[in-house]
Nanobody, 127 residues
């Protein structure tokens, strides 16, 4: 089970931190990713992190602005979003896949292969 939170309304250039709390993971090796879907657009990968080595991957559109991290003790993955732009406006979802079959880059490009999805949290960036 995954639960995302932390969305809200922010001005251009502002920051938000999203949280994804997971439970029921039975495999030590899993990937958790953040994906987003803007109105009228397909769902796209934003960032993901692998549990075994904390390796991270980012979409080009968010590199240098977003940071993904994990707190294993809290079963939580965070997405720190800085320098937000209006084009970042979307519903953000966290998702997981385990055991891990693919690279982080592949997961970001193919959201449909993620096995478990949480409900989304809306991020709105005003201009």
């Amino acid at each position: 089970q995954l639960q995302a939170s932390g969305g809200g309304l922010v001005q251009t250039g502002g920051s938000l931190r999203l949280s994804c709390v997971g439970s029921g993971f039975t495999y030590p090796d899993y990937t958790i990713g953040w994906f987003r879907q803007a109105p009228g657009k397909e769902r796209e990968g934003v960032s993901c992190i692998r549990s075994t080595d904390d390796s991270t991957y980012y979409a080009d559109s968010v590199k240098g602005r977003f940071t993904i991290s994990s707190d294993n003790a809290k079963n939580t993955v965070y997405l720190q979003m800085n320098s937000l732009k209006p084009e970042d406006t979307a519903v953000y979802y966290c998702a997981a896949d385990f055991p891990v079959h693919y690279s982080g880059r592949y997961y970001l490009r193919h959201p449909s292969i993620m096995s478990y999805w949480g409900k989304g949290t809306l991020v709105t960036v005003s201009s």
